[in-house]
């Protein structure tokens, strides 16, 4: 089993950044791909990109290809996800995910634990 927790969410006005973090116990963290989501008011908890267990594979939803980049530290036990050129859109909660299985996932019923989440609020 392993446990994650998220960090790094807070207020950025339009066309700023922020890196979150998703810290790992538990189990070895190199065994698991690491998913992001997010989830806005109102509405279902959505795919935001993945990375394989070494970090050399990569997949992001188109809406984010560019402007969000998602890496690993194994050593660290840590995730990272770096979103730069934020819009309005993109404030959610967002929420780190760890799945054991060899292929990629896009659902929420693909990744086997979760993070609590960390608040992203993105200002006009």
């Known amino acids: 089993q392993v446990q994650l927790v998220e960090s790094g969410g807070g207020l950025v006005q339009a066309g700023g950044s922020l890196r979150l973090s998703c810290a790992a116990s538990?189990?070895?963290?190199?065994?698991?791909?690491v998913g992001w989501f997010r989830q806005a008011p109102g509405k279902e908890r959505e795919f935001v990109g993945c990375?394989?267990?070494?970090?050399?594979?990569?997949y992001y939803v188109d809406s984010v290809k560019g402007r969000f980049t998602i890496s690993r530290d194994n050593a660290k036990n840590t995730a990272y996800l770096q979103m730069n050129s934020l819009t309005p859109e993109d404030t959610a909660v967002y929420y780190c995910?760890?799945?054991?299985?060899?292929?990629?996932?896009?659902?929420?019923?693909?990744?086997?634990?979760w993070g609590q989440g960390t608040q992203v609020t993105v200002s006009s």
């Open positions: 995910a760890a799945r054991a299985g060899l292929l990629r996932s896009t659902v929420v019923t693909g990744y086997d634990y």
């Open positions: 538990g189990r070895s963290f190199n065994t698991y791909r």
């Open positions: 990375i394989s267990y070494s970090g050399s594979s990569l």
